[in-house]
T-cell receptor
Framework: GQQVMQIPQYQHVQEGEDFTTYCNSS?????IQWYKQRPGGHPVFLIQ?????EVKKQKRLTFQFGEAKKNSSLHITATQTTDVGTYFC??????????FGKGTMLLVSP | DGGITQSPKYLFRKEGQNVTLSCEQN?????MYWYRQDPGQGLRLIYY???????QKGDIAEGYSVSREKKESFPLTVTSAQKNPTAFYLC??????????????FGPGTRLLVL
């Protein structure tokens, strides 16, 4: 079945440093979605990428979808303590359900 | 105020008991999902339903059951056959995916602890 691998599993940065998490699928995806889960909370949708090579930005967050539509990345510039949480990617295959990666837990020290 | 509600927030179960977790949505979404989250394991799909009176097994359906009698409601029963039920359970809903797939909206979750 479809597998979505996400690395790193955990990252601890100092406030102001950059952060990147990577997502790789075993199969070609129709779309990739990113979610953020704050400690003790539930996943919240951040963004969806659909096109090959697509790049989207949300303030300090940059999302990329690979040319082959099998990998994606989320980059945070100049992290803040409010960025703390677990970031999940989720791969979609069109009409089927999403397959979630195991997430990257981000800890930001002030 | 639209959204997804789950109850209870915390649930304690004794060995051998069945328990039912509630999930209600007023977003008028056709599709609903149940996930289980364990530390370091991400989200694993238990069951999903694309339409009323129909549901499908996910990756880890053994020991769980669901029903979908109403569009707004998708309760999950954790049966005594589920050997390791302690986890965080998340319900989600979406408009069924088209070619670009669906975006899922999550409820606040229920933490189940077996005593």
């Amino acid at each position: 079945g479809q597998q979505v691998m996400q690395i790193p599993q955990y990252q601890h940065v100092q406030e102001g440093e950059d952060f990147t998490t990577y997502c790789n699928s075993s199969t070609t995806l129709s779309n990739i979605q990113w979610y953020k889960q704050r400690p003790g909370g539930h996943p919240v949708f951040l963004i969806q990428l659909v096109k090959s090579g697509e790049v989207k930005k949300q303030k300090r967050l940059t999302f990329q979808f690979g040319e082959a539509k099998k990998n994606s990345s989320l980059h945070i510039t100049a992290t803040q303590t409010t960025d703390v949480g677990t970031y999940f990617c989720a791969g979609g295959m069109g009409y089927s359900t999403l397959t979630f990666g195991k997430g990257t837990m981000l800890l930001v020290s002030p | 105020d639209g959204g997804i509600t789950q109850s209870p927030k915390y649930l304690f179960r004794k060995e051998g008991q069945n328990v039912t977790l509630s999930c209600e949505q007023n977003l008028n979404h056709d599709a609903m999902y149940w996930y289980r989250q364990d530390p370091g394991q991400g989200l694993r799909l238990i069951y999903y339903s694309q339409i009323v009176n129909d549901f499908q097994k996910g990756d880890i359906a053994e020991g769980y059951s669901v029903s979908r009698e109403k569009k707004e409601s998708f309760p999950l029963t954790v049966t005594s056959a589920q050997k390791n039920p302690t986890a965080f359970y998340l319900c989600a809903s979406s408009i069924p995916g088209g070619p670009t797939g669906e975006t899922q909206y999550f409820g606040p979750g229920t933490r189940l602890l077996v005593l």
